[in-house]
C-alpha cells in the first residue's frame, strides 16, 4: 500500500525520544528529559497578546499562501537590519515552521540522483527529506577537534558534477557550533564558478554565546546569489508550537515554485501566527531573547563544567544553539543502546548520537532548569561509573 518514497523514511529520532520520555513521564516515572530542541520557556507576552488581539479581530480567515505583505515586509526589515541582506517581498516565502521551508525546498530543488552535501553530525531531518525528494546524501565527516566544522578541502572533495546542494546549518544542531566569517568567506570561495545551491539553516542565529553571528548569504555577492536563508522564530521567541518559518532567496522563480507547491498541499500558515511573528520580528521582544540567551550561556557553562568533571566523558564548549554534543566513546561504542539503558536506569532521556550520524556521542539540550541539569548530570555521572 505505502510508497517506496515513504518507506525510506525513518522517524525523527529527536521527537521519537522526547515523546516516549513525555510518555513515561505521564505514567508517573521519574524523567528528566534533556532530548527535545525546545525552549523551556512560555512566548513573550507581547506575542501572545497580538495573536489573541488577531482573534478578536476575527483575523482568522485564508491569507496569501506566502504570507500577508505586512509580515513579509518585517522579515525583510529583519534580514537588513539583522544579517544586511536585502530581499523583496517576492524573494520570501512563509512556511509551517523551518522543517517546512526544507520540505518545500527540497521538494522543488532535488531531483532524482543529484547529490546535496551535509555535514556530519547533522540535524537528523535532512538525510530524511534529501532521500525522500529522490537526492543522495553525500556526508562530510567532522569530528569534535575541528569543532565540528567542514574545511574548504573537506567542501572541494565533496563536489562532483552531480551536486545539487550544500546544507550549512550554523549555529549548528547538535554541535553548537558557529562559522565565523571567515570560514563561511572559505567555504563559499570553493563554491564560486559551480552550479551548487546553499541551504542556509539559521534557526539558532539569536542563540550564540561566543563571538558574532554571520549569515551565509552576507559574505559575497556571488554566494548572496545561490543561498536560500532559511530561518523561524521556534527557537530564538520559544514559539514551537507555532509553526513559523520562512525562507528567503534571490532566485524569485524558486520562490515562486514553492509557492505553487504550497498552494496545492498546505495553503497559508495559521493567519493568527501570522501576527504575533510580525511583533516578534520587528524587535518587539528582543529584551526577552536576550533573557533567554543570557540563561541558556549560564546553563550551558555549568553543564560542560559538570560533563567534563566525569571519567571517560568529553564534551566541547558550544559557541551557539542550547545542545552540548557529548563525547562517550571511551565507555560507550553504541549510542543507541547506552541512550536506551540510561532511559531505563536512571530516567534521563538524551538523544543517541547515531541518530545524527555520529557514533560514540549523545546529544544534551540544556534548554532545561539548571536543577534538573545538575541532577541529570549527576545521574549520568553514577550511569557512567557503574558501567
Ligand atoms: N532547523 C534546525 C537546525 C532545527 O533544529 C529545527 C528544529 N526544530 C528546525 C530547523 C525546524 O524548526 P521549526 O520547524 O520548528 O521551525
Ligand atoms: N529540532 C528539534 C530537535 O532537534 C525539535 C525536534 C525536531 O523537529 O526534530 O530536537
Known amino acids: ?149 567542514i ?69 559575497s555577492q556571488d554566494m548572496y546569489k545561490r543561498t536560500i536563508t532559511i530561518n523561524g522564530l521556534s527557537k530564538s521567541v520559544a514559539m514551537t508550537g507555532w509553526r513559523f518559518g520562512y525562507m528567503a532567496a534571490d532566485n524569485r522563480e524558486l520562490i515562486q515554485a514553492t509557492k505553487k507547491l504550497q498552494g496545492q498541499s498546505t495553503s497559508n500558515i495559521n493567519s493568527i501566527t501570522q501576527m504575533a511573528a510580525i511583533v516578534a520580528l520587528d524587535g518587539k521582544a528582543d529584551k526577552d531573547i536576550e533573557m533567554m540567551r543570557q540563561e541558556f550561556k549560564a546553563r550551558r557553562d555549568e553543564a560542560v563544567k559538570l560533563f567534563n568533571n566525569i571519567k571517560g566523558v568529553s564534551v566541547l564548549k558550544p559557541d551557539g544553539a542550547f545542545y552540548l554534543f557529548v563525547n562517550i566513546s571511551e565507555v560507550s561504542n553504541d549510542s543507541l543502546v547506552f541512550a536506551k539503558k540510561l532511559l531505563e536506569s536512571t530516567g534521563v532521556a538524551v538523544v543517541p548520537g547515531i541518530g545524527f550520524g555520529c557514533e560514540g556521542y549523545f546529544r544534551f539540550s540544556f534548554a532545561t532548569d539548571i536543577e534538573s541539569i545538575r541532577i541529570g548530570i549527576a545521574r549520568i555521572e553514577k550511569f557512567i561509573k557503574e558501567l
Not at 525546545?38 to 513573550?44: I, N, Q, R, S
Not at 547533522?122 to 525522500?132: A, H, I, N, R, S
Open 1 to 149: 500500500m505505502l510508497t517506496h518514497r515513504v518507506n525510506t523514511l525513518s522517524e525523527s529520532i529527536t521527537i521519537a525520544v522526547s515523546t516516549l520520555a513525555q510518555e513515561l513521564k505521564a505514567k508517573g516515572k521519574d524523567i528528566l528529559s534533556f532530548s527535545a530542541g525546545e525552549p523551556d520557556f512560555g512566548t513573550p507576552q507581547i506575542i501572545k497578546d497580538a495573536a489573541i488581539e488577531a482573534i478578536n479581530n476575527d483575523f482568522t480567515k485564508y491569507t496569501a499562501v506566502d504570507g500577508i505583505p505586512a509580515l513579509k515586509k518585517a522579515i525583510a526589515n529583519k534580514l537588513q537590519r539583522d544579517n544586511g541582506l536585502t530581499y523583496t517581498s517576492d524573494q520570501i516565502i512563509v512556511n509551517n515552521g523551518a522543517k517546512h521551508s526544507l520540505f518545500n525546498l527540497f521538494s522543488a530543488t532535488i531531483d532524482k540522483g543529484d547529490e546535496v552535501i551535509i555535514p556530519s553530525p547533522y540535524w537528523v531531518t535532512y538525510p530524511e527529506l534529501v532521500k525522500y525528494c529522490g537526492g543522495s546524501v553525500v556526508k562530510i565527516e567532522t569530528q569534535d577537534v575541528s569543532a565540528f566544522k
Open 151 to 219: 574545511t574548504p578541502k573537506q567542501l572541494k572533495n565533496a563536489l562532483t558534477p552531480k551536486t545539487k546542494m550544500l546544507i550549512l546549518t550554523t549555529p549548528s544542531n547538535p554541535t553548537g557550533s558557529v562559522y565565523s566569517k571567515e570560514e563561511l568567506t572559505a567555504l563559499a570561495k570553493v563554491l564560486e564558478g559551480t552550479n551548487v545551491i546553499v541551504a542556509s539553516d539559521e534557526m539558532y542565529e539569536k542563540l550564540v554565546y561566543e563571538g558574532s553571528f554571520t549569515s551565509a548569504a552576507s559574505v
